[in-house]
Every structure is written in C-alpha cells, then in structure tokens.
C-alpha cells in the first residue's frame, strides 16, 4: 500500500507496532529490508496486524514504561518510531494519572532508552489535538496550543520532552502531529474508535450511523499509507532533528459529507441518528502541510476517494469474513 522509500537505518523499533498506524509502518520498513523490532503491550492493538510477517519481525509483548523491556527492544537501532499510548481522548478524561502514566512517563522513558542505547534518531506521534478548538484556520505550527482533553496535554508534554531530549542530548527527535487517521485495521469496537472505521462498519451492516451535534463539525482526514510516508521521511531528512510537522491532508470535510459518502459507496441510504454533542469535540480542524512539505519532502499520495475505497474493500472482507 505504500510506496517505497530508500531508507538511511537498518534496524528500528516500533513501540506501538500492532496497533492500527504501527503495524503498517512495521509493514513499511519490513518491505524496504528493514530489520523491525516491536515492542507492544497489546492493551489495544492486536497480533492480528501483524501475522502475516511470521519471523521476519521481532516481537516483545511489554511494556514502554519497564525500563529493562525497552532497552532489549532498542538494543542495535538506529531509530525508534514510537507509536505506543493510550489512544482514547475519552479514556484520558477518565482516568488522567494512569493514562498520563503512559502517555507522559512512557514516551519520556522511550528517550531516555534511546538516549542510553545511542539511538540517532526518534520520531513520535503526536496530535493536531494540542491545536484545540483555536479557531485559527489551516492549523501551523507556530500556532499556540491550546490543549482541551489530558490527551493533548500528554501529546505535548511528549513534544517538549522530544524537543529537549534534542537541545540537551542531541537525539535527533522528531514530532508528527498527526490529523484524523483512517485506513485499513482501524478498531472500529468501541464508540470512541475513529468516526470512520465505525461509519464504515455501520454502512456495511445496514445500520444507521450515530452523529454528534449537528455534523458539520470538520476533519481534516488522512490516509494511513500517507502517515507511514510521512514517518520514514522524519527518519530520514537531513536537519529535522527537533522538528514538529503537521501530517495531514490541508482539507476537511464535514462529518454529515463524510456519512454521505460512506453510505453511498456501501449502496445504503439510512438516514443517521443524531445526538447530543460530544463534550469538548472541536469545531473544525484543517492542517497546513507547508512546513513537512518543505522539510520532510511529504505530500500526501492519497486523496480522499481513492484513501476511502481502498478502506472500504478492507471492511468488505472483513465483514466477509466475520459473516462466514
Ligand atoms: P492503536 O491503539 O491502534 O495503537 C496504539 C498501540 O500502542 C497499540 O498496539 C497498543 O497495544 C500499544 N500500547 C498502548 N499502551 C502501551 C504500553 N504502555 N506499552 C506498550 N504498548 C502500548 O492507535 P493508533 O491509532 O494506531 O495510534 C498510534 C499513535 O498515533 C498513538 O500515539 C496516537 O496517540 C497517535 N495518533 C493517532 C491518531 C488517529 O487518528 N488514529 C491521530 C493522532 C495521533
Ligand atoms: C481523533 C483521534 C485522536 C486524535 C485526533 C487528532 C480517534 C479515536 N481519535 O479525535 O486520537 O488525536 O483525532 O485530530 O481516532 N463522531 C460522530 N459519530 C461517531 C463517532 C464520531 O459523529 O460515531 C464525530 C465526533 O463527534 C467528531 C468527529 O466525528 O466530531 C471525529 O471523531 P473521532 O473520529 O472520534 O476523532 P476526534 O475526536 O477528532
């Protein structure tokens, strides 16, 4: 699914590899001859991802916060993608010491590993969630953020820590503020998964969508390939060291288009069910690529009829596949 990139490492580690985005940048570095390890306490991600790589993967089932664990997964890379957290916005306002135990003190002992075990370079993932509701329109870097859940405040307490780990370390660390991801082996399980990996489950099953407010709340929405894309390009371009880009598609669509279009390509026309609006959901949330596009060279591969379709015939099959 993603086209290939000449890598400049051998060995890296993926904290995070069987979730959703981890496991197919494991799929991205095994096909460029990379040697892969993972380290995945499968809290939410799932072996699944990633059987179809047999032995050519290494993989630790632990933890990012034992310190012994990491520094066996990190031993011999180059470069450390690390992909590991909790992931729901809504479990970090339910429980904001335990989730920042991971968010926080997990992504600080990934540094602290690669600082220890001469990692080159380390790329995060962060989130256009430190923009907040800003409503300041595309969101850029230079923006102040504005974090309104635990969860942006743990992506940019990751960030600053990157961003020191370089000044005082000079660890090459690189953060992605990544937009509204979707793609194929997105979780659609719980009604905090992704809005699209839900709509698609519901579309294929006849069922009415469930929309929060009014729906035309914007997203600005990005295929997973091009998010694989944009993370072996911070491995890899030169000066980035300490960067934060942006990965996104500078465009958004409405949540109300987005059902539209979903429905329509499943060939069902149920009207959705609307509810209350989620507490603190943001109004509208749109990236400037220029600076990763300057920088890091990226531009996204996938527009957003050709991200959908190929998503689309992934939950066919597995839906298929459930059904048989
Ligand atoms: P995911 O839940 O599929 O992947 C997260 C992975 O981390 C899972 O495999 C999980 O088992 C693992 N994990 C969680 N806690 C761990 C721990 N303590 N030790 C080891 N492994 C642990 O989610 P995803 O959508 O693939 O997200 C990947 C990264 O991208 C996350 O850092 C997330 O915050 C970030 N992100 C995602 C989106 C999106 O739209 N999906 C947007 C912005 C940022
Ligand atoms: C998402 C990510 C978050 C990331 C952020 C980056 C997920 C689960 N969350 O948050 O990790 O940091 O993007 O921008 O991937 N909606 C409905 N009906 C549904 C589900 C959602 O109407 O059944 C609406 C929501 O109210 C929201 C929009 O769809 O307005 C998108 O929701 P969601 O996919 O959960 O993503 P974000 O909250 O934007």
């Given at each position: ?239 980035a060291g300490g960067g934060i880009f942006n990965v996104g598609t500078a ?74």
């Amino acid at each position: 699914m993603t086209s290939s990139l000449e890598l400049y490492f051998s060995r890296a580690l993926v904290t995070g590899g069987a979730g959703f985005i981890g496991s197919h940048l494991v799929d991205a570095l095994v096909s460029a001859g990379c040697e892969v390890c993972i380290l995945d306490n499968l809290s939410s991600g799932r072996l699944e991802n990633l059987s179809h790589l047999g032995d050519r993967i290494t993989f630790i089932e632990g933890d990012i916060r034992d310190a012994g664990t990491l520094a066996e997964a990190a031993r011999g890379c180059e470069v450390v993608f690390h992909e590991a957290a909790v992931v729901s916005v809504t479990k970090t306002v339910a429980a904001p010491v335990e989730t920042a135990a991971v968010n926080d003190m997990g992504t600080l002992q990934v540094l602290e590993t690669a600082r220890r075990s001469g990692v080159r370079r380390v790329v995060l993932a962060s989130s256009s969630a430190v923009y907040g509701d800003d409503p300041e329109m595309p969101k850029h870097e230079k923006m102040r953020p504005k974090p309104m859940s635990p969860y942006a405040v743990q992506k940019l307490t990751g960030e600053y820590y990157a961003r020191l780990y370089h000044e005082l370390y000079d660890i090459e660390t690189v953060s992605l503020r990544y937009f509204n991801v979707y793609g194929p082996r997105q979780d659609p399980s719980s009604p905090y998964s992704g809005v699209i990996s839900i709509f698609m489950t519901r579309a294929l099953s006849g069922e009415p969508p469930v929309i929060y407010g009014d729906g035309e709340q914007r997203r600005d929405f990005v295929f997973v390939a091009d998010v694989v894309r944009a993370n072996l390009m911070a491995a890899g371009a030169p000066g980035a060291g300490g960067g934060i880009f942006n990965v996104g598609t500078a465009s958004a669509m409405t949540v109300n288009d987005l059902w539209r279009r979903i429905a329509n390509l499943a060939g069902m026309d149920a009207a959705p069910v609307h509810a209350a609006p989620r507490a603190g959901d943001i109004r509208e949330s749109r990236s400037s690529i220029a600076n990763a596009a300057a920088a890091l060279g990226f531009h996204p591969d996938y527009d957003f009829e050709k991200g959908i379709a190929a998503t689309m015939a992934w939950y066919r099959e597995r839906a298929e596949r459930n059904a048989s």
